[in-house]
C-alpha cells in the first residue's frame, strides 16, 4: 500500500530518491540472481541516518518500509515524526543499527522491528534484565567483528558464541542472526572471505546449537553485491539511497 504525508515532499528529492531506490533494487536482484538466488530473500534496509526526516520519508514514498538508524535518539525522532506524518506509520519497520547504551534499551525496543547491534555481553545481559516476555519477544542479531580491526565495534567470534549461548536461555529475546561489516580498507575480495566467515560462524552456531539462525545482516552501499554473494538476508544501504539529494 502507498504511504502518503501529510507535510509535502519536496519533488526534486523524491524523484532522486525515487531514482536511487529503483536502481539498487534492480542492482539487488542482479546480484541475487548472479548467486543463484532469489531477489525476494534479501531485504533492504535503508539507513537514513545521513538525511532529515522529509527526505527519509522520500525514501518511504519510493517504496521502502525498512528503515535503520545507528543512534537511538535520531530513531525516536524519526519514528515520530513519521507517526505525526505518514498516512500508515505501523508499517514502517525500524531497525537499530548501531551502538545502543542500556539508559536507552527502554524507550528504543518498543519501536523496534529488529535490533542488528548486539555488540557487548554487557549490553545483553541489561536487554535480558529489562525485557518483559509479555511485551513479545525482541528480535535481535549478534554483531560480530571478524576483520579484528580495533576501530569496528561487535563481538569477537569467541565472545559472540558465549553471548549467543546466554542469550538462548532468554524467553524476551529472540537471536535471529548474525550481523557484521567488512574492514574499511578490504578491497573486493577480501571483503567476500570476510562475509563467508560471517556466514560460516552462523552455519556452525547453527549445528552446534542445534537452533536456525537465518538472518545475515551485512553488506552496505559499496559491498553489497559480494555480500549477497555470500548468503546476505539484509543489507544496509544508506550512501546510495541519499547521493544527489
Ligand atoms: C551507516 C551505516 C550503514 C550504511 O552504509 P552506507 O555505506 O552509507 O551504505 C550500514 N551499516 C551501518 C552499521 C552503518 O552505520
Redesign the pocket.
Known amino acids: 500500500m502507498m504511504i502518503t504525508f501529510q507535510q509535502p515532499l519536496p519533488p526534486a528529492d523524491l524523484a532522486t530518491v525515487q531514482a536511487n531506490w529503483l536502481r539498487l533494487v534492480d542492482d539487488v536482484a542482479k546480484a541475487a540472481e548472479d548467486a543463484g538466488r532469489q531477489p525476494d530473500d534479501i531485504q533492504i534496509v535503508g ?1 537514513t ?2 538525511v532529515d526526516p522529509p527526505a527519509a520519508a522520500c525514501l518511504v514514498a519510493a517504496g521502502c518500509r525498512d528503515l ?1 538508524e ?1 543512534r537511538p535518539q535520531k530513531l525516536w525522532e524519526k519514528a515520530q515524526w513519521m507517526q505525526q506524518q505518514a498516512s500508515d506509520p505501523d508499517s514502517i519497520r525500524w531497525h537499530m ?2 551502538h545502543l547504551q542500556r539508559n536507552k534499551i527502554r524507550r528504543t525496543v518498543p519501536l523496534l522491528h529488529l535490533l ?2 548486539v555488540d557487548s555481553p554487557r549490553l545483553a545481559a541489561a536487554l535480558s534484565e529489562s525485557l518483559d516476555p509479555a511485551g513479545g519477544p525482541l528480535n535481535v542479531l549478534l554483531e560480530v567483528n571478524v576483520t579484528g580491526d580495533d576501530s569496528k565495534t561487535g563481538l569477537p567470534p569467541d565472545q559472540a558464541r558465549q553471548t549467543l549461548e546466554s542469550l538462548l536461555t532468554q524467553p524476551a529475546i529472540r537471536v535471529q542472526g548474525l550481523m557484521g ?1 567488512a574492514g574499511i580498507t578490504a578491497d573486493v575480495a577480501e571483503c567476500r572471505q570476510q562475509f563467508a566467515t560471517i556466514r560460516q560462524l552462523r552455519d556452525s552456531w547453527q549445528s552446534d546449537y542445534d537452533i536456525l539462525l537465518p538472518q545475515l545482516s551485512m553488506g ?3 559491498d553489497f553485491a559480494a555480500a549477497i554473494a555470500e548468503g546476505a538476508t539484509i543489507i ?5 539511497l541519499f547521493t544527489g539529494l
Open positions: 539507513v541516518k545521513y535503520g545507528n543499527i548501531g542488528h547491534s561489516m552496505m552501499s559499496g544496509r544501504v544508506g550512501t546510495r
